[in-house]
């Protein structure tokens, strides 16, 4: 099969991530087109389809050297149907039946699966995770995704809901809304959308003067890096944000490896960039909340692979099931 080429493919909510690898998950082209989310996301489908063959066909690489084409969506993903039970970000509201049309569209093998899943085969095969069997992925970005794989194998669930980090409790009472429908989720405080919620409540009832409140008077609101920035100046009130997030984050992780005492616990997306000044307190709080052996046996680390995860993990994703046949 060494001759062979996978693709890979990352839908999101503004773009779509492409990328054709070899059978050992390395990048041989990559490439990223706007999501058409007109139409309630109908085109979304065709739009691929499309995409993968102008690139061919640019390129020159023969289709027939294609053997299938793995795709990570945001959404509870049913990977034995191909149907996404809904994607609201991408118009669509009720159970959509990516796999098939792009299958029927491309004629070619198809499966999908979550986002998040494909990130955290990404690491596992190529990134933070390489040799480790029992991972969790958490990415920390406009929301808080999670994938979880035990035994080398995505853990789905009964709905294939399952690795909804971002959707644990952390405030019960009196937590912000979250878009699930819920109050209090960890992505209402982890994600970077949370770290600017929290930002911005504190200055607006804080009349102390500091670095991130002089960028607030200026530009009218702060972003996630611009606290974490604050934090490594010694920022008071950054630090405090910086506090709360990973108090609440290494609680949620120190659960999560409670229960599954995986090899590690990865960590990606845009917040995770922060570097130290989020992973040292957030050690601190993963430790010590966490069930002593599994504190010593499960680490943490930052993500390797930034916006490839996705399309490596959608590529191996259709890899293994190709492989098993």
Known sequence: MEDKLLVGVDLGGTSIKLAVLDWEGRILLQWEVLTDKEHEGRDIPVQIAQSIHNKLEETGLEKNRIVGI???APGPADPE????????NLGWKSAFPLGSILMETLSLPVLVDNDANCAALGEMW??????????????????????VITGGKIVHGKGGAAGEIGHIISLPDGGAPCNCGK??????IASA??????AHELLLKNDQ?????????????????DVFDAARNKDALAAIVVEKVSFHLGIALANIANTLNPDKIVIGGGVSRAGDILFAPLRDHFTRYAFPRVARSTALSPAMLGNDA????????????LSNL
Do not use: P, W, Y
């Not at 109050?183 to 209402?188: A, H, I, K, P, V």
């Not at 996705?310 to 099931?321: P, S, T």
């Open 70 to 72: 793995g795709v990570g």
């Open 183 to 188: 109050n209090g989720c960890l992505e209402t």
């Open 126 to 147: 190529r990134g933070a995770g390489k040799g480790a069997l029992d991972l969790v992925c958490v990415t920390l970005g406009t929301g808080v995704g999670g994938g």
């Open 193 to 198: 959308t949370g770290v600017v919620r929290l």
């Open 209 to 225: 003067v500091c670095e991130l409140s002089e960028i607030f008077e200026d530009r009218g609101f702060v972003t996630a890096k």
């Open 81 to 88: 149907t191909g149907v996404i039970s809904e994607a609201v």
């Open 310 to 321: 996705g399309v490596i993990g959608a590529g191996m994703l259709i890899r293994e099931q």
